[in-house]
């Protein structure tokens, strides 16, 4: 199951302009191989899409290039639900998912599609791309 952080990002996973098809195609993939894993009680969440140039400077301090503020954008960060599936945190799990994602979307530029992010081993979102 797919779910959103607010309904802003809804929209923005929802419309053509704002989120590259083959990403919202990633996010499908990702949320039926977890499906499969949990018998149909995954909860996939969308947190971030589109970022403007000043939301980016906002949460980083200064000006960074973003494949988050290209339009349509090239990238949107996801999360598990760790609530309703403890063990969808697990490593094993998430190397699955960036197996899946790299053999599956994988990017040709020399970057990585799936990107963990957290501190001191623990993955608080993943960060997923696709290349230009």
């Known amino acids: 199951m797919i779910e959103f952080k607010t309904p802003r990002i809804e929209e923005e996973f ?3 302009k704002l989120c590259h098809p ?3 195609a990633m996010v499908q993939e990702i949320s039926n191989m977890l499906d499969f894993f949990f018998i149909g009680r995954s909860k996939l969440i969308v ?3 589109y970022r403007s140039p000043e939301e980016n400077e906002q949460l ?3 000006y960074k290039v973003s494949a988050h503020s290209e339009i349509p954008s090239r990238a949107l960060d996801i999360a598990v639900d760790t609530e309703a599936h403890p063990k969808a945190t697990d490593q094993t799990v998430i190397n699955s998912m960036e ?6 979307f994988p990017r040709h530029d020399g970057h990585p599609a799936f990107l963990r992010h957290g501190e001191k081993g623990k993955t ?3 960060h997923l791309s696709i290349a230009k």
Do not use: A, M
């Not at 197996?99 to 599956?104: A, D, G, L, S, Y």
């Open 47 to 49: 947190v971030c899409i």
């Open 99 to 104: 197996v899946f994602v790299n053999k599956f």
């Open 22 to 24: 083959r990403l919202r």
């Open 14 to 16: 929802r419309s053509w």
């Open 124 to 126: 608080d979102h993943i």
């Open 60 to 62: 980083y301090g200064q």
